[in-house]
Nanobody, 125 residues
Framework: QVKLVESEGGSVQTGGSLTLSCAASGFIAPRYCMAWFRHIPGKEREGVAI???????TYADSVKGRFTVSKDNANNTLYLQMKSLRPEDTAMYYCAAVPMNMATCSIWPEGYLYWGQGTQVTVSS
């Protein structure tokens, strides 16, 4: 009964900022990987930012230095702070989670079990 609920995205101009949140509930396992993925129509879903239970983070090269993933452990809420947004960041963004039983978290969508419904982010030029 794990549920992930993303906040509403939005529309911004190039260079603008947005912060997404993902509220997780129903976690039973002691540790989870959580992640942000995004999907652009006609393209493969890609991992944007990965957050392991110990705070270790991994970013796609395309967003390094611009996006920051963080987590409020008190309420299992994952955040994605996006800065210096570009039109190519336009996508449906998804929060994902999976029980963590390995040393590292997957960067691939098939590595995740639970998914939010997605939230649209649009960046205009």
């Amino acid at each position: 009964q794990v549920k992930l609920v993303e906040s509403e995205g939005g529309s911004v101009q190039t260079g603008g900022s947005l912060t997404l949140s993902c509220a997780a509930s129903g976690f039973i396992a002691p540790r989870y990987c959580m992640a942000w993925f995004r999907h652009i129509p006609g393209k493969e879903r890609e991992g944007v930012a990965i957050f392991a239970h110990d705070g270790t983070t991994t970013y796609a090269d395309s967003v390094k230095g611009r996006f920051t993933v963080s987590k409020d452990n008190a309420n299992n809420t994952l955040y994605l702070q996006m800065k210096s947004l570009r039109p190519e960041d336009t996508a449906m963004y998804y929060c994902a989670a999976v029980p963590m039983n390995m040393a590292t978290c997957s960067i691939w969508p098939e590595g995740y079990l639970y998914w939010g419904q997605g939230t649209q982010v649009t960046v205009s030029s």
